[in-house]
């Protein structure tokens, strides 16, 4: 069964950091675009970061670019989000995915979701 859980939420004060970690596991998942998304409360859920299967092309939110840093590591099957300088307004629930398609999962129509994880961030 395939599977995505997500590690490393947590509360911070602003301008901390975090780092995110998403294991996928049941199906190879390195041949899959990977993203993270994150949804506040009474907020649409929004797009933060994704990175092609090989890890050439990334994608960031214009929110988060040059914060945040999206990576990926296919022999272990994990996708950090590195989250640096953190404000308050990065507060809310981020949710792993993964599509075969990058254009998919950038619409958010995602195959496979993780649970996600809690980030806290009080100014």
């Known amino acids: 069964q395939e599977q995505l859980v997500e590690s490393g939420g947590g509360s911070v004060q602003a301008g901390g950091s975090l780092r995110l970690s998403c294991a996928a596991s049941g199906r190879t998942f390195s041949t899959v675009a990977m993203g993270w998304f994150r949804q506040a409360p009474g907020k649409e859920r929004e797009l933060v970061a994704a990175i092609s299967w090989n890890g050439d092309n990334t994608y960031y939110s214009d929110s988060v670019k040059g914060r945040f840093t999206i990576s990926r590591d296919n022999a272990k099957n994990t996708v950090p989000l590195q989250m640096n300088s953190l404000k308050a307004e990065d507060t809310a629930v981020y949710y792993c995915?993964?599509?075969?398609?990058?254009?998919?999962?950038?619409?958010?129509?995602?195959?496979?979701w993780g649970q996600g994880t809690q980030v806290t961030v009080s100014s």
């Open positions: 995915a993964a599509d075969p398609l990058m254009t998919r999962l950038r619409r958010g129509q995602c195959v496979y």
